[in-house]
């Protein structure tokens, strides 16, 4: 299979649902990937935060590897053996109770709106029908009916109507117009990104997590963090709301959860809120398999060394360092924390797209969003050398 027939085999029979770079990727390992005609390219997407760990890890392919030749899917109707593991072991990462295991991101954070609008009910009282979310502007949280129905990107939500009510929408990073909503008392939950990736890597303000996290306390409401992106190392914590010494009523887990090898997703949180739900209630055939168990654990486990968060502190200073190095007429600014960075041209440089395919062209493969901005969230395995040589490929693009 060539490069251009790949491409034209896509063209012709898949949903043009992306728009991705002519690149067509045979194999990977680490920060690498190689396409089918033999060139290599440095992946600093790594798949937006599924491949913290790069790419086939060692051991979580021989996590993978060893599960695969026991057993890979019971569903839920029966116990397996690495259930409890994965579940008990997540729980304690994250210092709650219990876990939902799911597939998707977007799986967990319809999982979360759930147990939200059900706790609402049960335990705070909640008139029937009028429990409210508070969401925030920029968000991107997946693709589903319900989801887009509180997303602000017209190009997310065009089309798909009629949407899904009780949701209100404050902007990102204005803590006062979030306390207001999180204040009535028909508001459940508020779901916030404790930094938001695809609006471009956009960190909100100093206190403002610790400013909602103190509001939902005293108004008895649920602090949801979707940490999809943001959490298991990609900051240089284990969950970006760490950096604010915030704990959540629930995390919202996936990608990285995954090791890069399936899908796997849970919420995350202690019982009082995650004990509303009840058998048939809520659930997933492939929720908790046994492959995702054994890759989950496994990755939990990486985790639970700090080795990798640690990894991302050292090399995400290096990188915005680096980056801050590049032509000031070139760059309008650059924004993250940790291994993630989204990097905003000036016009004269071309959108974000252009960036990316010029990129391509010297090896280096990047994620556009948002007309101007790049995104960077390389694999915590890759090196300041290798920092060190993207970053020149940036320069010499938009120089």
């Known amino acids: 299979m060539t490069g251009s027939n790949a491409v034209a085999y896509a063209e012709e029979h898949a949903a043009h649902n992306y728009h991705p770079l002519p690149v067509v990727i045979a194999e990977a390992e680490g920060s690498w990937v190689t396409d089918v005609d033999g060139r290599r390219y440095l992946d600093l997407l790594a798949g937006y935060s599924a491949l913290n760990f790069g790419h086939r890890h060692p051991a979580l392919v021989a996590a993978a590897t060893d599960q695969l030749g026991r057993l890979t899917l019971t569903s839920r109707a029966f116990h397996h053996d690495r259930f409890g593991e994965f579940c008990q072991k997540l729980a304690r990462l994250a210092g709650k109770d ?21 706790w609402g009910y049960r335990v705070k009282g909640v008139p029937d029908g009028e429990a409210r979310i508070v969401t925030c502007g920029g968000n991107f949280h997946g693709r ?31 803590l006062e117009a979030a306390v207001k909503e999180i204040a009535d008392p028909r508001t459940v939950a508020i779901l916030v990104e404790p930094i938001q990736g695809e609006a471009g890597v956009i960190v909100p303000p100093a206190g403002y997590l610790a400013g909602i ?6 108004h008895n409401v649920l602090m949801l963090a979707d940490e999809v992106q943001s959490g298991l190392g990609r900051t240089g914590a284990t969950f970006a709301c760490d950096h604010e010494d915030v704990v959540p009523d629930m995390y919202v887990l996936g990608k990285a959860l995954g ?16 004990g509303v739900i009840k058998p ?5 055939t492939f929720g908790g398999n046994a492959l995702a168990c054994a890759v989950g654990t496994a990755v939990v486990d990486l985790l639970a060394t700090g080795d990798f968060q640690r990894r991302a502190t050292e090399l995400g200073a290096h990188l915005h360092e680096s980056l801050a190095k590049l032509p ?8 993250g924390r940790g291994l993630w960075a989204g990097v905003e041209f ?18 280096v493969l990047a994620k556009d969003t ?4 790049i995104r960077l969230a390389p694999p915590i395995v890759i090196t300041a050398d290798e920092i060190d040589w993207a970053v020149e490929q940036i320069r010499a693009v938009v120089s």
């Open 280 to 284: 048939g209630e809520h659930g997933s």
């Open 98 to 118: 219990a876990v939902l295991p799911m597939n998707t991101g977007a799986e967990a954070v319809e999982t979360a709106i759930k147990v939200a609008r059900k």
């Open 328 to 335: 000031s007429e070139a760059v309008v600014a650059v924004r």
């Open 259 to 274: 090791g890069g090898i399936l899908p796997v997703s849970a919420v995350v949180a202690d019982w009082p809120v995650l």
């Open 144 to 174: 589903t009916v319900s989801i887009i129905s509180f997303s602000t990107d017209e190009e997310a939500r065009a089309d798909f109507g009629p949407y899904t009510p009780g949701f209100v929408v404050v902007p990102f990073g204005d």
């Open 370 to 373: 948002h007309g101007s901005t």
């Open 346 to 363: 000036a016009e004269s440089v071309g959108t974000g797209r252009q960036v990316c395919e010029r990129l391509a062209e010297r090896g």
């Open 213 to 218: 996290r103190e509001a939902c306390t005293r």
